[in-house]
């Protein structure tokens, strides 16, 4: 397209760059983290959100910790990983991503015991890297994929972002998208702005225009008239956590646009990485539902929406059943139902660790 990639999260040898999610549209601006603490709390702050961008950034987290540790020797490097690993685990409980990248890093760093300790930081900094351009690869291929279910004149229907700010760059959902559109499909983007943190408005539409695909900004109770109006034909989102039965956990509003779309007769579809999919959790009911400050509900930017002292809830998830589900696109192809057969027939190819 003319424009350099969005990098969400790098390595820079000392310290983990993110672009800061929480400033956009408003201000592009760089995080460089150089301590664990400053990792976890830009995951658990939302300056970086999305299940594979948290996860790439907490293997950097463990790299980093691994960097500090390593003028103090072995055991010290060891020490430091073990901490980072239980540190950043805590920071956001429903993407399995998080847990993923902090098990490679774990493995990674016992394979290397005995190398020393500029030897094991080392090796955990390239497995790290290793991890973003794997996220990559996956994402260009989930768009390769995906892009053959959308057709010229298809207005598709997004919520949340799982565009390039949700990974490492390109996007999983989002990058279905882009995928089509750089294959030349005449496609129409609608937005959700999904509440309460608008990613949709505050990122996707961002994203979006960066890319030159046309799009239209809806709030979230729009999406049914927008579909009663035969507008929107396809729906893509992406997925936190995805159960070994097919049941996916999403931004929170997922489950009622996949309820509308059952009742609009309009496909449903999940893109997400192999490594979304949690296959010791059998179904949507065992996933953990993270609940964020009411506040974020209250308030915007830290301005009154609601009355002093209104009480107020905040599931940052919802858990869409397998059954209102058509297809889940990853980088091994489009799964469509029965998904947990579907599902366990790619499952060697994600246990070999070739997914992000």
């Given at each position: 397209m003319g424009k350099p990639e969005i990098k969400t999260v790098e390595w820079h040898g000392?310290?983990?760059?993110?672009?800061?999610?929480t400033l956009l549209p408003a201000q592009l601006a760089i995080v460089k983290c150089r301590t664990v603490v400053q990792v976890a709390h830009a995951i658990?702050?939302?300056?970086?959100?999305g299940a594979p961008a948290i996860g790439v950034t907490a293997?950097?987290?463990v790299a980093l910790a691994a960097h500090l540790a390593s003028p103090d020797g072995e055991a010290a490097v060891h020490t430091a990983v073990d901490a980072a690993c239980r540190e950043l685990g805590v920071t956001r409980p429903t993407a399995v991503n998080l847990f993923w990248g902090l098990e490679r890093?774990?493995?990674?760093?016992?394979?290397l015991r005995g190398a020393g300790g500029a030897a094991v930081a080392a090796g955990l900094a390239a497995a790290a890297e290793q991890l973003a351009a794997e996220d990559e690869a996956t994402c260009r291929a989930m768009g390769r994929h995906g892009a053959a279910l959308l057709t010229d004149g298809d207005g598709v229907l997004t919520h949340c972002n799982a565009g390039a700010?949700?990974?490492?760059?390109?996007g999983t959902a989002l990058g279905v998208v882009r995928a089509a559109h750089e294959a030349g499909r005449d496609i129409h983007v609608w937005v959700d702005e999904t509440r309460p943190f608008l990613q949709g408005a505050r990122l996707t539409a961002w994203e979006l225009q960066q890319l030159g695909i046309d799009s239209t900004l809806i709030t979230d109770n729009m999406a049914a008239h927008f579909m009663s109006q035969g507008h929107i034909q396809k729906i893509v989102v992406g997925a936190d956590r995805i159960a070994a039965n097919g049941d996916v956990a999403n931004?929170?509003?997922?489950?009622?646009?996949?309820?509308?779309?059952?009742?609009?007769?309009i496909p449903f579809y999940v893109g997400a990485p192999l490594s979304t999919v949690d296959w010791e959790v059998p179904d949507g009911a065992a996933i953990p539902i993270e609940e964020r400050d009411p506040d974020e509900v209250t308030h915007l930017r830290g301005a009154p929406l609601a009355p002093d002292g209104m009480a107020a809830a905040h599931p940052a998830f919802d858990v869409t059943p397998h059954t209102l589900i058509s297809a889940i696109i990853t980088e091994a192809g489009v799964l469509r139902p029965p998904l947990a057969a579907s599902l366990a027939a790619v499952r060697p190819a994600a246990t070999a660790g070739s997914a992000t």
């Open positions: 000392d310290s983990v760059w993110l672009i800061d999610q658990k702050s939302m300056q970086v959100r293997a950097m987290g890093m774990r493995s990674t760093a016992e394979e700010l949700a990974a490492v760059t390109y931004k929170i509003g997922t489950y009622a646009l996949a309820v509308l779309a059952a009742h609009h007769g």
